[in-house]
């Protein structure tokens, strides 16, 4: 475990993030704000769902912290010695029409191969590419979907109650996710074929979002990592200046700076 006071800075070489669903009402601008404030690094990868197209189909939630956040990405795509690199996911799919172009000063790629300083070679993707591993019928689908949704309701209550009460976040959907053997079953699933992804082609890892579920795991001597999201758990994965890869959390409330947690390589990400 590391504190990071405020006013610190965290240096890193390379940053992943995804999953942040800016235009969904569930989605922790703020908190990411406040993360980005708080690091620098020489690369950020934006791992796709960083905006929600499909969310927005049905209901557009987008405050002021939502317009900061896009602005904050573009401003640090302009810093001469960092550089921004945006993989676009399934809901934010329609940015997959520019891929091998620029959105301003951002690089956007279909996935990228990211070489860490001791010159491991990570394939960086959103991981939607990978449901055929968790294939449910279209029924347990459509009551999937309203049953995250109430659990999603759920969460965003229980949190503001537990602001108010002083004490810090408390995700219930993850909670939820680490509890049932039906999720823990497509988990394992989801990343088992991660790994089978990149076997036999030259690469040490993988690099994922999409599954909100913050972790990293070696499997045959690969290395499969998530980065979480900004809606459940406020995690990203650091690269950080000695070559060393960790999840991190970001700060659990708009209004207080918690400390970040640094969780060693060989194990799960917790809160």
């Known amino acids: 475990m590391l504190e990071i006071k405020p006013g610190d800075v965290l240096r890193c070489r390379a940053v992943w993030i995804s999953d942040v669903h800016l235009g969904s009402k569930y ?20 791992v796709g769902d960083i905006v929600d197209l499909l969310a927005m189909r049905r209901r557009v939630h987008w405050p002021d912290e939502h ?7 573009m401003q640090l795509a302009r ?58 019928s279209k029924l347990n689908r459509i009551v999937g979907d309203i049953a995250y949704e109430f659990m999603m309701w759920s969460n965003t209550k229980i949190d503001q109650a537990r602001e108010r009460l002083g004490l810090p976040y408390w995700s219930l959907a993850k909670w939820v996710k680490r509890n049932s053997a039906k999720a823990e079953e497509a ?5 088992v074929a991660a790994i089978n992804l990149i076997k036999g082609k030259h690469y040490d890892g993988i690099i994922c979002g999409h599954l909100h ?19 459940e ?13 960790r999840l991190i959390r970001g700060v659990s409330h708009p209004e ?16």
Request: glycine share 6%; proline share 1%; hydrophobic share 40%.
């Open 67 to 73: 317009n900061k956040v896009i602005s904050r990405f």
């Open 27 to 46: 989605c922790k601008a703020k908190q990411l704000l406040q993360f980005l404030d708080r690091i620098e690094f020489d690369t950020l990868y934006l």
């Open 256 to 271: 207080s700076v918690k400390e970040m947690i640094f969780v060693d390589a060989t194990d799960e990400f917790t809160r």
């Open 79 to 136: 810093r001469k010695n960092s550089k921004v690199i945006y993989i676009p996911g399934n809901h934010d799919f329609a940015f997959r029409s520019i891929v091998k172009n620029k959105l301003g000063n951002i690089a956007v790629h279909r996935n990228h191969v990211h070489e860490t300083l001791n010159g491991k070679r990570l394939l960086v993707t959103h991981g939607d590419e990978l449901d055929y591993a968790v294939r449910f």
């Open 213 to 231: 579920y913050p972790t990293i795991r070696e499997v045959d001597g690969l290395r499969y990592m998530n980065d979480g999201d900004w809606v």
């Open 187 to 191: 988990i394992d699933a989801y990343q």
């Open 233 to 245: 758990n406020c995690s990203a994965l650091i690269e950080l200046t000695d070559g060393k890869i």
